[in-house]
């Protein structure tokens, strides 16, 4: 059968069916591949008719090349405080520069339909956007949930959106998980009725999102019922807790590799993201500090390509200056990855830790003291430095504050400063000084100038923490990424110094 003739057999399914951009690329990609000279050769055989569908399909080859969906949303948001809006998506952010008065005007790109955050600095919350959306809102940044309303095409489902959060935004996990199995139950038929009746009572345009919003709703009980054991043994501090045999689990059927549920809903995402780390931690021994070998090939079993490139996003936390397969686990996540936005961050990443080394100069910093004044890493030369860069709002970072504060008992009078630096937001403040305070933290505390965005934090390539590291006394770096004090390795490495 010669090219044309299995082009021929092609192009009539397609006109069958509703042609597919992907389907069409494929098709013009075999015709320039078995030469256009043998095509033009061919088709003076066939009907003018289909001569005339071929130069037709020839013409539209860019409009299929690159895929777009492009969608309208402007507005009026007030009361934000550095006049910014953002929209980010699964490989998408688009930064919004407001007017004066709050208002912008925007077309997009997008490159899916699905649920994307629309985000101030101070809130977010969840919006869908798909191909000819014409979304028009007006918010009240200082009662940013209860005041956005949505006029304009793609309305009915954003609105939508903003009664459902309105159902579940007063929900406190803490009180929510430390609910014994029978309330806990109750409380999660509850708010899944609530999510139902509005569900039921919304005149919905877009068919596509009634059908995945159903499946969220499922995904959001789904997750509950996943996460109750581990966080009620936590918040009603029952560490042996284990469930009855007849309460419920997550459905084993349910599917983990789905592109359009990932890209539609959270609750799913968060499902995906726990499952991965519970199937990869699994595989560890407590000898493992990285799980780069165990989690690369269960990301590379995925068909979804938003779910590879989130998996991936996770592992970006081991490209730390104290694992020594980071320039493998760097080269891989590169070549998994198609989100440019991770890949521009993660290169940035991996080029600043290879700059953290021993005998290096500090990144430094002069941050304020609880106790008064500011303090500078420059004011502590002469001694070792064991820095923990940690927040409030962080549970790992607490569970470590008994163990440092041993630690500060055995090094006491010892040639070593310990310094705590905060990366608490500026609102959270005051919770910072009083959690000093009350649980009578040790050593030196301070706090960052710009919470993460801090020149200290950025210059040490900290994107998670709790983060520790030790400065030699000339200033210079001594360990990047050092043990933690719950690390019998700390107290070792500490005693070689002969401080």
Known sequence: MCIVHWIDDWCAKILQTDAKKQVLLIVFKIIFA???????WETKKQSSMKTAFYLFLLAALPMFANPVETVVISGKVTNTSDNKLAIRGESFLKEISLKPDGSFSETLTIGYSGTYTIATKENRLSVYLTKGSKLNLTANNKDFYKSMVYTGKGS???NYIVKKTAITIPIVQEEMYRLDEKQFLAKLADIKSQMTANYNATKFEDANFKKQELKNIYFFEQLYIRNYPTYHAHYAKIPDYKPAADFPQLDPLMNLDDEQAFLFSNPYKQIVNEEFSATVQSKMSNEDEFMGNYALPEIKKRKSQSIRNALAQMLSYEITP??????????????ISTNPFFETDITAKYNKTKSLVSGKPSPVFDYENHKGGKTSLESLKGSYVYVDVWATWCGPCRQEIPF???VEQQFEGKNIKFVSISVDTQKDHEKWAKMVTDKNLGGIQLFADNDWNSQFVKEYAIDSIPRFIIISPDGT????????PSDPKLAEFLGGLKI
């Open 404 to 406: 440092l504060q041993k």
């Open 34 to 40: 078995a030469g256009i000279n043998r095509y033009i």
């Open 477 to 484: 770096i001594l360990n990047a990424d050092a043990p933690r």
């Open 156 to 158: 009915f489902e954003n």
């Open 322 to 335: 104290a694992n020594p397969n980071g320039t493998d686990l760097y080269n891989q996540l590169m070549d």
